[in-house]
């Protein structure tokens, strides 16, 4: 009698491997794998047939903040975005070691080794300064006789390739795939015109990609001059000079207990004098607030909820990004349990406002906001973080608030209200509430909410096409050279 599968298993999650279609290991992911890409259109090289050298792990030093722009530059994980692009409008981090052995040069191919982030790759090209990598990346130096750099990069970013990745990786705490391992890899090598052809559709992509993107961020970057222009509040011209940046201040005009620089440099002083100079009237943010309250962090989840708590997705201040949208990738979301007593006054409504009240780094204060939609409401039990606040406001257009404190933080006010202790900012809550909120008629404030938010939709729009773009240029690559 044959083996009859127990009707609670799913069909779709069994298969037979024959013995020949075994490679190496023994896994259901592999063996899948393999499975599909015994078809290719072009015959397979292994990646370690086609290297110049040995691959190399990279240097593990410590970064440290680069301030000059022609320093050399330590390429890390975290400088690789999903494509492959390393952005030179960052500074990133360099190191107070650098030895020749981890210095990049043309074409050298980096791959990440281990983390949430395995297998992500990047091809280093001349730039103005020097370039070296981190520990967790592997460098790979492709024979051109062999093969094309840049085809083999384009590879790495086909879904195919990361089909491989998911497949080969150790599962564990640290996902993890080594150097021997990636020389197992296998590629459909065409000749050199079908390669050159693939890396121009690329790299065609690539640049109808950044177009988009360079559109976009031009489309968001103008929504503070119209704010301002909208408000009548004409910023003070920037000066850099040292004659004017030493200034003194009376001691009859200091308050509170602060005695610094920030707080009473000139140009926040100007700020805050063309905020209140605007065409309409002024009044404190603290006088539309009637609630506010500060996060709590609860206790890690269980297999079982305690009485009295409930299981909250918590929000971070990581999760507010650099356009004050609330970021969530909910598988990375954390979920804690929060005291009910605690949540009942955390409970989070529609428009409700999130500041982020601590945290930062010496080039990113604190003060970034965000504000909560339904859609997010409609799936989750919200809680956040002990370094956010939440406020709560009437008598305001909360959206039109909204894009005003996002203004003020852009344009250096929020900058001045935060202290620093230890390594860690923080806003100090009293300044932050007492700063001066521009209010025009309620028409006005809806006229602009409805200008900003489509400026918002309309980059957004251009940065899903760019992507778009992309992906539709990979999916015809993969048909040329696997056929799928």
């Known amino acids: 009698m044959s083996y009859q599968v127990p009707q609670h298993i799913s069909n779709d999650k069994i298969f037979i491997v024959n013995r020949s279609e075994i490679k190496g290991r023994l896994d259901p992911k592999m063996a899948l794998y393999n499975r599909k890409v015994q078809n290719w259109l072009y015959p397979k ?230 905020i209140n100079a605007a065409r309409f009237e002024t009044r404190t943010l603290r006088s539309f607030v009637r609630d506010s309250c500060s996060g709590d962090w609860g206790i890690e989840e269980s297999d079982t909820i305690p009485k009295g708590y409930t299981r909250c997705l918590t929000l971070r201040a990581t999760e507010i990004d650099n356009q004050y949208n609330l970021n969530i990738d909910i598988s990375k979301a954390k979920h804690r349990l929060i005291k009910d007593e605690r949540l009942e006054r955390m409970n989070m409504s529609e428009n409700d406002i999130i500041v982020e009240k601590s945290g930062g780094s010496d080039d990113q204060p604190v003060g970034r906001v965000a504000i909560i939609d339904k859609d997010l409401l409609k799936s989750y039990t919200i809680a956040f973080s002990n370094f956010l606040m939440k406020i709560k406001v009437s008598g305001i257009n909360p959206d039109y608030l909204y894009c005003f404190l996002k203004t003020m933080y852009n344009i250096g006010v929020t900058g001045s209200m935060q202290s620093q202790t230890n390594g860690i900012r923080n806003l100090i809550l009293d300044e932050f509430l007492s700063q001066p909120i521009v209010v025009p008629p309620s028409e006005k404030q809806q006229e602009i909410v409805d200008s900003v938010y489509a400026m918002r939709e309309k980059a957004k729009s251009l940065q899903e096409e760019g992507k778009n773009i992309l992906e539709q240029a990979k999916r015809e690559v993969e048909r040329m050279i696997i056929g799928q």
């Open 45 to 274: 090289v292994r990646l370690k047939d086609i290297l110049l050298s040995k691959p190399q792990y990279g240097a593990a030093e410590s970064g440290i903040i680069r301030n000059d722009p022609m320093s050399p530059r330590y390429i890390r994980i975290t400088d690789i975005d999903e494509y492959g692009l390393i952005s030179h409008d960052d500074l990133g981090a360099t190191a107070n070691t650098i030895e020749d052995q981890y210095i990049l040069h043309e074409n050298d191919i980096l791959i990440a080794r281990s983390g949430a982030t395995v297998g992500k790759a990047y091809i280093h090209k001349a730039c103005p300064y020097t370039c070296f990598f981190a520990g967790y990346l592997i460098r790979f130096i492709i024979n051109p006789i062999k093969a094309l750099p840049d085809y083999v990069f384009t590879f790495t970013q086909s879904n195919t390739y990361k089909e491989w990745v998911n497949a080969i990786q150790r599962p564990s705490g640290q996902p993890n795939i080594n150097a021997e391992e990636y020389q197992s890899l296998e590629i459909p090598l065409p000749p050199s015109d079908i390669q050159n052809e693939v890396v121009s559709i690329i790299q065609i992509a690539y640049s109808e990609k950044q177009e988009k993107e360079s559109e976009a961020q031009k489309l968001l970057e103008s929504i503070d001059t119209y704010l301002l222009n909208e408000l009548g509040i004409i910023l003070p011209e920037s000066k850099t000079d040292l004659i004017d940046r030493v200034f003194y201040v009376s001691y009859n005009n200091l308050t509170g207990k602060r005695l610094d620089p920030k707080k009473y440099s000139l140009q926040v002083q100007q700020l805050l004098d063309s």
